[in-house]
């Protein structure tokens, strides 16, 4: 239902795009967002859009931008400046309660995940 996409290798200070489209069959959706896991360490949010809100880590702040097209039903995930730090599979969610929450209990639906790895 909902199917995440872009990720890769990329150099550190290099950028990628994560896209995340959803389904059509999942109906009233409000809130959408980005969580990453790293490996051995725990989910962390990563930034979530809601109406004309967005919010997102301060780890990512100035660096990522999440966005989405109502009309394609796609969330995106432009990511700029990488780091390695940022290596992790990434996952794409969505609730259909409105706010941009950066818990990941808040959604109800979750993408399959999208490797992106950053080499130093």
């Known amino acids: 239902q909902l199917q995440a996409s872009g990720g890769g290798l990329a150099q550190a200070g290099g950028s990628l795009r994560l896209s995340c489209a959803s389904s059509?069959?999942?109906?009233?959706?409000?809130?959408m967002a980005w969580f990453r896991q790293a490996p051995g360490k725990e989910r962390e949010f990563v930034a979530a859009t809601s109406g004309s809100v967005t919010y997102s880590a301060p780890s990512v702040r100035g660096r990522f931008a999440i966005s989405r097209d109502n009309a394609k039903n796609t969330l995106y995930l432009q990511m700029n400046t990488l780091k390695s730090e940022d290596t992790a599979v990434y996952y794409c969610?969505?609730?259909?309660?409105?706010?941009?929450?950066?818990?990941?209990?808040?959604?109800?639906?979750w993408g399959q995940g999208t490797q992106v790895t950053v080499s130093s």
């Open positions: 059509g069959r999942i109906s009233g959706i409000a809130g």
């Open positions: 969610a969505a609730s259909r309660v409105p706010g941009a929450r950066s818990t990941s209990e808040w959604y109800d639906y």
